[in-house]
T-cell receptor
Framework: EAGVAQSPRYKIIEKRQSVAFWCNPI?????LYWYQQILGQGPKLLIQ????????DSQLPKDRFSAERLKGVDSTLKIQPAKLEDSAVYLC?????????????FGNGTRLTVT | SQQGEEDPQALSIQEGENATMNCSYK?????LQWYRQNSGRGLVHLIL?????REKHSGRLRVTLDTSKKSSSLLITASRAADTASYFC???????????FGPGTSLSVIP
């Protein structure tokens, strides 16, 4: 099966600029996750979708971050305006859903550098 | 905040030795999962263990779960240089669909 696709692979922007990341999950996966991983740390959940509804976004900085999942399939994560501390790898993952006790499948991530 | 911790934070062993990593958590869980991450890559799922299970095996990997102690261990037997990576445990709360990762253990296997 095709894996989780993410783009772009790398992005360098200046602070206060905006940036968007795209994720295409594995076909049939109802749950989609966006994680932020700062170097040397574990992934931090930003937002979790079940189909096109939000399950949890408690750690999403909503003053600058936004995310949507179009028609319950693809998803985009946007940062506007970016800050230096947003430099991290942004990982997208998908699964059939935890209630099915299914594992997460991750994309290779987008490495964001904010200068 | 992240739920639970892995220890040790870093582990360095010789090829052929066994590596043991531990994961603790604070609240009840639905299941616990272990993932591996090679440098610059996404995470790869290793093993999922349900809250009513005590032990699972996959090749050279063995995972145990002790719900009374709220802890899990990942054992890699006969380690290889290719096992060098970061290992993370992830917890799912009972009746809650949120998947939370710990800070991970960085494993170095020296040839």
């Amino acid at each position: 099966e095709a894996g989780v696709a993410q783009s772009p692979r790398y992005k360098i922007i200046e602070k206060r600029q905006s940036v968007a990341f795209w994720c295409n999950p594995i076909s049939g996966h109802a749950t989609l996750y966006w994680y932020q991983q700062i170097l040397g740390q574990g992934p931090k959940l930003l937002i979790q979708f079940q189909n096109n509804g939000v399950v949890d976004d408690s750690q999403l900085p909503k003053d600058r971050f936004s995310a949507e999942r179009l028609k319950g399939v693809d998803s985009t994560l946007k940062i506007q305006p970016a800050k230096l501390e947003d430099s991290a790898v942004y990982l997208c993952a998908s699964s059939f859903g935890v209630l099915y006790n299914s594992p997460l499948h991750f994309g290779n991530g987008t490495r964001l550098t904010v200068t | 905040s992240q739920q639970g911790e892995e220890d040790p934070q870093a582990l360095s062993i010789q090829e052929g030795e066994n590596a043991t990593m531990n994961c603790s958590y604070k609240t009840s869980i639905n299941n616990l999962q272990w993932y591996r991450q090679n440098s610059g890559r996404g995470l790869v799922h290793l093993i999922l263990i349900r809250s009513n299970e005590r032990e699972k095996h996959s090749g050279r990997l063995r995972v145990t779960l002790d719900t009374s102690k709220k802890s899990s261990s990942l054992l890699i037997t006969a380690s290889r240089a290719a096992d060098t990576a970061s290992y993370f445990c992830a917890k799912t709360k009972t009746s809650y669909d949120k998947v939370i990762f710990g800070p991970g253990t960085s494993l170095s296997v020296i040839p």
